[in-house]
Every structure is written in C-alpha cells, then in structure tokens.
Nanobody, 116 residues
C-alpha cells in the first residue's frame, strides 16, 4: 500500500524557518518524482516544489523561489522541504505527493502557520 506521512509543521514567526519531511512506503521511491503542495484556507491546492527521481532536477513556484529547498534521500525513502524566510502568506497545510502509476497519492498533510 502506497503511503506518505508528513511531519515537521508548526507555528513559526515571520522570518523563521521550518523543515518538513515526508516518509514514503509501499513503492519504489527512487523511481518517482516527488512533490510538495500546499493549500491555504479558502484557496486551491497549489504546487510548491517538485524534485526528480534522482534529485538532480528541482522546480519551484515563483512565490517560494530562493526561500524553499526541496531535497530527497533515496536510501531513506524521504523527501524534505526546507523553508526559510517564512512569510504569513506561507500559512497553509502542506502535502507530500507522488504520481504513482495513474493515481495521485497524498499524505495527510501538516499545518504550517506563520504568525507573530
């Protein structure tokens, strides 16, 4: 059974940092690109960052470029999102995602709140 479990969310002040992690199981992790999405209250879910299966290629939403870094460890089946210089508009539930065969698989999400 394909499963994604996020962790690392929380409350942080503007300008602060958080590191999210996603533990994957049930599929051959090193074969698949992985993504982070987020959904703020009243808004649609949006793509934040994506990383290729080898980690050699990454892409980011314009709103997070230069502040967020996606990475992966294929030996540990984990993908991470390092978030620096956080802003109140980064407040959202963050989801790990894999497009596994013909299905989009999501984790349960982790809440990130940026507030003073």
């Amino acid at each position: 059974q394909v499963q994604l479990v996020e962790s690392g969310g929380g409350l942080v002040q503007p300008g602060g940092s958080l590191r999210l992690s996603c533990a994957a199981s049930g599929f051959t992790f090193s074969v698949y690109a992985m993504s982070w999405y987020r959904q703020a209250p009243g808004k649609e879910r949006e793509l934040v960052a994506v990383i290729s299966n080898t980690g050699g290629s990454t892409n980011y939403a314009d709103s997070v470029k230069g502040r967020f870094t996606i990475s992966r460890d294929n030996a540990k089946n984990t993908v991470s999102l390092q978030m620096n210089s956080l802003k109140p508009e980064d407040t959202a539930v963050y989801y790990c995602n894999v497009q596994w065969r013909t299905s989009a698989v999501w984790g349960q999400g982790t809440q990130v709140t940026v507030s003073s």
